[in-house]
């Protein structure tokens, strides 16, 4: 349906109400004429029955003349009438008011006055009646005839006409201006008042006077305001962090977009500190999620009170921060920065009555010297971060190109590892133990050697520690185990099927539930005696209560037990005194040196607690003759070391033992 | 939009078109004359009110008459004087409904006896010249062969008339009808002749109107014919209630009175064709009679 505005709509009611006020008027108009006809009629009809009434009487031939007082009487003071002729019934004028000008009707027709009701009174000029006279009983009539004042009756109308279209014209015009001035002001603004404001939902309109229009208005108001205040939640639902009340990811790496453009153009730099809480596992672990949640809450007010108003901050995810510093010029500002965090921290938390010291590691980045977009700035951060943990937590530390290298290497020695693993180029690397006293092969250490078909041989040295960092030394450590079992079980129906077999067990190997089991499963159609479980004091010292159980649960599966690198830690006595070890490893540390005295004096005494203890002790890094030597003279049982061989692949190895004897 | 535009064009054209004029009031103009009673009853019983007419009542016909001249009303009653003078003058009157007859209603009385106004030489008639009454008397005149060069004709209403006193010294003849002639003849004056006994005259009460109402008003004016055909009915099977009824209109003339003249008049409100016959040279013309 084709649509017209409200104007347009309003122009046609304006006409319509032109239509029928018009006619309305012209009806009333109408009707007043009717009336002053009627009342017109009604004393020319009473004036003229009665002028007829005194005829009949009076009116007898040739006695006009006593009439005419009368008659000029009836003229004169009747402003209807203007003249009347009686005419007798020859048609000869008898009577005229107007006796001057008699011929002034001349050829006016008159109408019977019995007609004047369906006649137009001012339309008429004259009306007649009949005098009846009589001669004895034989009738005879003369004519009257009665001229009306036109020029009244004129006058009459004129006046009315003039009035009624005055009123009605006038009226009109009022009432069309009144109409036209008030659906404007109530109905044609207001709307589109309305509409801009719901097209454009900025200012909102005044009260309006018409109750619908506020109506619409108010709900509009409202729904706008809720939409406003919806679009501002899902605002901060998408940038905003709904726990900490921090930017999100997404909005950070937004931010640091736009900050990037920023600073091509004016060549400025900015910092991106990435802030990790240190041990915030450990927190969630013991004190609940809730409890971390709280901590979390309290260093994102930290951090907002610690920086300036344009600075950014976001929460990655757990317990992850990132700080964004635009416009730093020097790197005192960061470290400005990094103090006021720290100190804010240093100040311990108390939620439900525990008190916590938060600390945190942070990784800087500078844009653009340590990465030219987001992912390279937040991933070099993130380097940086790990590298100040690795520091020992509760640091800070700048990225650099030689920690970019060392993750790299990481990263790589990581891959490499995981495939690796899955395609079998770990090799388990035997080195012997020799018996110093018959330079027989008794023994040997199982070492993990990494043969990558591309980088070739990769030592231990690169990828255990990585291994460690990232767990992966259990699934390896669980290789180890039983390549290592296996192999004995090869050896068994062989000559060196009296040969002793030690592996290392590293400290991250404890947090493996299955490692008990993996033991268990590897050793069961082995001699247990024959397996050995080599530990380092380093392994020893964290959460050593917790291993000491699995430790003593070693011992119950029948396996050996050796403690590697003794004498380098600080509590190798309490491990002897609280560990069933059945061996000791000198740490080649001290056979190195064993020219001198007072290492001589170490190892010396480390082969009589030994002895004391009925362990059986074996010297590790034994490279010559000389040091054998010292070794023997000490009565010390085994060595292991370059001076026999170096670890060898298992067919080497069995050559070996088959082949020669060691010095 | 546009059935509302049309729906508001409607109500405002038949808000316009509602306006019309109702039925125009039409105005018998009449006197109190007995044969005239159903009139007066109809218009007591409300049955002309709800045709929307009204009745004018004078004194004499004469005025009857020249309220319907001057357009005072639409419709008159005539006797043939009336309807002929109204003609005569110029009007296109016509009858339309005939009411009655004068049965006696109409007489001539006198202070002396026939022989004695034959033998006069001077008789002073009192009459309303310009009414039935003119023909009455000549008829009478004619009759008895007096001679119209003896008489003193004095027009005079009924009203006056009524008033009259016989005098011994006078010979006067009184032309007048029913109920005026109640007073007369108690004041001494005998009748010697009435349209009871004059085989030569009739006296026709009927309504005229001119053509145009009777041309606008047809269906009104058949409704008032069966109006007056019911009233004549009524009025003769009720008498004491028509009384009642009329008697304001025939100057509080006593029951008996009213009885008495009933009895000089004659219904020819459904006149037979003898009557109509006779009366069409008159100028009733049977056509233009609602019967």
């Known amino acids: 349906m084709k649509n017209i505005s409200i104007k347009l709509f309003t122009i046609i009611v304006m006409l319509m109400l032109l239509t029928s006020g018009g006619y309305l008027f012209y009806k009333f108009y109408a009707d007043s004429k009717n009336v002053t006809e009627s009342l017109l009629e009604e004393n020319i009809q009473v004036n003229l029955l009665n002028m007829k009434y005194f005829l009949d009487k009076n009116l007898k031939e040739n006695n006009i003349d006593q009439l005419v007082a009368y008659l000029d009487n009836r003229v004169h003071s009747n402003s209807i009438i203007d003249d009347i002729h009686i005419l007798d019934n020859n048609k000869k004028l008898l009577y005229a008011t107007d006796r001057d000008d008699y011929a002034l009707h001349k050829g006016i027709q008159c109408l019977p006055i019995s007609k004047i009701i369906n006649s137009d009174i001012f339309q008429q000029e004259c009306y007649s009646f009949s005098v009846k006279l009589f001669d004895d009983l034989t009738p005879y009539y003369y004519q009257t005839n009665i001229y009306l004042n036109r020029a009244y009756l004129d006058s009459l109308l004129k006046d009315k006409i003039i009035k009624y279209l005055t009123l009605f014209i006038v009226n009109f015009f009022i009432l069309m201006v009144i109409l036209w001035i008030t659906i404007n002001k109530l109905i044609v603004n207001p709307l589109e008042q309305l509409r801009q404001f719901a097209y454009y939902s900025t200012k909102v309109p005044k009260q309006f006077l018409i109750q619908e229009l506020e109506s619409i208005r108010y709900s509009l108001d409202l729904t706008f305001k809720r939409l406003k205040e919806e679009q501002k939640e899902l605002f901060n639902l998408s940038t905003k962090d709904p726990l900490s009340g921090l930017y999100n990811r997404l909005s950070l790496v937004e931010k640091i977009n736009w900050l990037i453009s920023k600073s091509k153009r004016s060549d400025a730099q900015f910092a991106l500190l990435f802030l990790d809480l240190d041990n915030f596992k450990n927190i969630n672990d013991s004190r609940g999620h809730e409890f971390g949640d709280k901590v979390l809450q309290h260093v994102s007010q930290v951090l907002i009170s610690s920086v300036r108003d344009n600075d950014i901050v976001s929460r990655l995810g757990g317990d992850e921060f990132v700080i964004v510093l635009p416009d730093i010029e020097d790197n005192d500002a960061i470290l400005e920065v990094i103090h006021r965090i720290r100190e804010a921290l240093n100040i311990p938390v108390v939620f439900d009555n525990y008190k916590y010291h938060v600390t945190c590691s942070i990784g800087i980045t500078i844009y653009p010297k340590d990465g030219r977009d987001v992912t390279e700035l937040l991933k070099n951060s993130d380097i940086a971060m790990y590298k100040s943990k690795d520091l020992g937590k509760n640091n800070f530390h700048f990225f650099t190109e030689r920690l970019n290298d060392e993750i790299q290497e990481k990263i790589k020695i990581q891959r490499v590892m995981v495939s690796a693993l899955e395609e079998g180029n770990f090799k388990l690397f035997y080195q012997p133990k020799v018996d110093i006293v018959s330079n027989k092969i008794v023994g040997c250490e199982g070492l993990i050697r990494l043969i990558d078909p591309i980088v070739g041989l990769i030592p231990p040295d690169r990828f255990i520690h990585i291994a460690e960092e990232n767990n992966f030394i259990i699934p390896l450590g669980e290789w180890i185990i039983e390549e290592g079992a296996r192999q004995l079980k090869t050896w068994e129906s062989t000559p060196l099927k009296d040969l002793k077999l030690s592996i290392n067990v590293s400290g991250v190997q404890f947090k493996d539930s299955n490692l008990l089991s993996t033991l268990e499963n590897a050793i069961s159609t082995i001699d247990k005696n024959k397996f050995e479980i080599e530990l380092t004091e380093s392994v020893l010292m964290t959460d050593f209560d917790e291993k000491l159980e699995i430790i003593d649960k070693f011992k119950a599966l029948g396996l050996r037990l050796s403690l590697d690198d003794f004498g380098t830690g600080y509590s190798s006595l309490s491990y002897l005194k609280k560990i069933p070890f059945d061996t000791l490893k000198i740490d080649k540390s001290f056979i190195d040196d064993l020219e001198n005295t007072k290492d001589q004096s170490f190892v010396n005494m480390i082969v009589t607690i030994a002895d004391e203890l009925n362990l059986e002790v074996v010297a590790e890094g034994v490279e010559n003759k000389k040091q054998l030597k010292y070794l023997k003279s000490m009565k010390c049982e085994q060595y292991q070391g370059y001076l026999c061989s170096r670890p060898l692949p298992a067919n080497e190895f069995e050559s070996l033992f088959l082949e020669r004897e060691c010095p | ?291």
């Open chain 2, 1 to 291: 939009m546009k059935q509302i535009l049309f729906i508001a064009l409607f109500f405002t054209l038949l808000f316009t078109s509602c306006s019309q004029e109702n039925k125009k009031e039409l105005h018998i103009s009449t006197n109190s004359w007995i044969g005239y009673a159903p009139l007066f009853y109809a218009k007591e019983k409300g049955y002309l009110d709800k045709l929307n007419i009204e009745l004018i009542t004078n004194i004499s016909l004469a005025e009857a008459a020249n309220i319907y001249d001057i357009g005072k009303a639409e419709i008159v009653t005539t006797t043939q004087h009336e309807y002929y003078s109204l003609k005569n003058s110029g009007h296109d009157i016509i009858p339309v409904i005939l009411l009655d007859r004068s049965n006696g209603g109409d007489m001539v009385l006198s202070n002396k006896n026939i022989n004695t106004l034959i033998h006069a030489k001077k008789i002073y008639a009192y009459l309303e010249i310009d009414s039935i009454n003119a023909e009455i008397l000549q008829d009478f005149l004619k009759r008895y062969n007096i001679s119209e060069k003896k008489m003193v004709f004095i027009n005079k209403d009924q009203s006056q008339i009524e008033s009259l006193q016989p005098q011994d010294d006078k010979n006067m003849l009184v032309v007048t009808y029913v109920p005026y002639n109640i007073k007369l003849k108690k004041s001494g004056f005998k009748e010697l002749a009435s349209t009871k006994k004059m085989s030569t005259i009739m006296v026709i009460d009927a309504l005229c109107t001119n053509e145009s109402t009777l041309k606008n008003n047809k269906e009104r004016l058949h409704q008032l014919k069966a109006v007056i055909d019911r009233s004549i009915q009524e009025l003769q099977a009720d008498k004491r209630a028509s009384y009642n009824l009329v008697k304001r209109y025939l100057e509080n003339m006593s029951y008996g009175d009213y009885i008495d003249s009933l009895e000089l008049i004659k219904w020819i409100n459904k006149p037979s064709q003898k009557l109509l016959k006779r009366i069409e040279p008159m100028g009733y013309e049977a056509k233009q009679l609602i019967q």
